[in-house]
């Protein structure tokens, strides 16, 4: 049984870069969802997918992040332009889309912004 | 913001019942109640859910007061394994992201 991954699980990087996570969603899973949570508190919503398409992004998602989810599979996250403050554990989940729907989560990726 | 109210921090004896309360006193009709935990450093770990019956499944028990203002989550033999946040969710059936609140920090004692 093959869960939600992310890749990569840790990353460090200098503020002003930018930086890029994968999220591979259990296979069949139709919708995708992206969490950031920082210490001590619990996930934050940042946006979710059904197949391709973007359908809710959250205030927090600022024009700095991006995601995709080209063909419906895996996504990407993007944050352009790091910042200190984007430092955290970024959380990927899917969900087959279907009534009393459960999400699944990944690892998650840790971000160091330096 | 969240729609639950959890204590911060429990503890429990190794081997004994962990009784983990969530209220939820707003809830809607149409609202599922979620358990999730987190290990450290881990992904939220899905736990059990339930609409208006008490739920069992291998990992824990659900149960859900008649007017559905609170539920308790019951880990019937707790193992130092179980220490984790432990999280209480409600939302609507489906097509929406989780609120999580700062859940309960259960810490199982030798």
């Known amino acids: 049984d093959t869960g939600v991954s992310q890749d990569p699980r840790h990353k460090i990087t200098k503020r002003g870069q930018n930086v890029t996570f994968r999220c591979d969603p259990i296979s069949e899973h139709n919708r995708l969802y992206w969490y950031r949570q920082t210490l001590g508190q619990g996930p934050e919503f940042l946006t979710y997918?059904?197949?391709?398409?973007?359908?809710?992004k959250s205030r927090l998602l600022s024009d700095r992040f991006s995601a995709e989810r080209p063909k419906g599979s895996f996504s990407t996250l993007e944050i352009q332009r790091t910042e200190q403050g984007d430092s955290a554990m970024y959380l990927c989940?899917?969900?087959?889309?279907?009534?009393?729907?459960?999400?699944?989560f990944g690892p998650g990726t840790r971000l160091l912004v330096l | 913001d969240a729609k639950t109210t959890q204590p911060t921090s429990m503890d429990c004896a190794e081997g004994r019942a962990a009784n983990l309360p969530c209220n939820h006193s707003?809830?809607?009709?149409?609202?599922?109640v979620y358990w999730y935990r987190q290990i450290h450093s881990q992904g939220p770990q899905y736990i059990i859910h339930?609409?208006?019956n008490n739920e069992t499944n291998e990992m824990a028990s659900l149960i859900i007061t008649e007017d559905r203002k609170s539920s308790t989550l019951i880990l019937p033999h707790a193992t130092l394994r179980d220490t984790a946040v432990y999280y209480c969710?409600?939302?609507?059936?489906?097509?929406?992201?989780?609120?999580f609140g700062p859940g309960t920090r259960l810490s199982v004692l030798p």
């Open positions: 339930g609409l208006k």
């Open positions: 707003t809830i809607s009709g149409n609202e599922y």
């Open positions: 997918f059904q197949n391709e398409a973007q359908l809710e």
């Open positions: 969710i409600v939302r609507v059936d489906y097509g929406q992201n989780f609120v």
């Open positions: 989940a899917s969900s087959p889309g279907t009534r009393g729907e459960t999400q699944y």
